[in-house]
């Protein structure tokens, strides 16, 4: 459970999920025809040493008795993916990744050259990640800077003393957040996000569940998986649920042109055919849970 001010690291808490991530990225790039690479994602799982992990990669869990993969990561990284090429292909020069864990889009996709990656996270996830990577002398292909600091705390004013340009349009990320946050925190996150952004900033968010919807999860969770795809931690215990903002509305009153698109929708995109699954869980990929928006300063609601 969530307390106040909490920290953790690779294999602890909030940061244990970010490993858990890692390794259904890494199960998904060793397909014979990923969605996605992330080569790095199994040197993280493998030097964190965390049992569970290390077994899902053996051995992936079954859901409904149908692999876990393709397409379980593969979507979701594969959408975020995008929005950044698009948004720097746009002309966004720098790029910012909140909560970034284990991510190493700074070291894998194909960056123009000169964009600034942003990494924000707690310091002992960063250093883990900068460990391993420079472990096996992989360099970034973009200008990378990590910043070490907690979402909960003075983060704009971290990014801006490492170098952030507020008057250069930035593509934001907020994947596999919003849940690990309370509501008044979210809030604060896209104020500050808003303020931050000159106009044709972009953001890409990942919307959190509905307390209902998460409690349905982990019922799913166990009555269709094999094996808890987490191990011992359910991640639904170490999100807040209480009231807050519906991000699509609020990103719309704020300025914001938003597109919702959920993990059905982009299976036909991306041209995944997705396994027949029970209903219940058929509605869980139905459900619009991206978003990926554009900044006006000068429409919507205060700027």
Known sequence: MRTEGDAWD???GVG???LGVATFRALESAL???LIRDDY???????AGEPHFLDILRDPPKIAGRPLVPGFMGLRTKFFDEFFLSAVAAGAGQAVILAAGLDARAYRLDWPAGTVVFEIDQPKVLEFKDRVLADHAVAPRAVRRPVAVDLRDDWPAALIAAGLNPDTATAWSAEGLLPYLP???QDSLFDRIRELSAPGSRFAVETAPTSAAAG???NLEAKYFDKNPFGEIDPTELFYHDERADPAQW???HGWTVQAVGSADLASTYGVTLPELP???EQQWQRPRYLSAAYDAGSGGPG
């Open 10 to 12: 690779i294999v602890t």
């Open 16 to 18: 244990l999920t970010a």
């Open 32 to 34: 014979p025809d990923p």
């Open 41 to 47: 994602a199994a040197l993280f799982v493998r030097a």
């Open 183 to 185: 509501g008044a925190a």
């Open 216 to 218: 349905n999860f982990a």
């Open 251 to 253: 990103l719309h009153d």
């Open 279 to 281: 209903e219940e869980l």
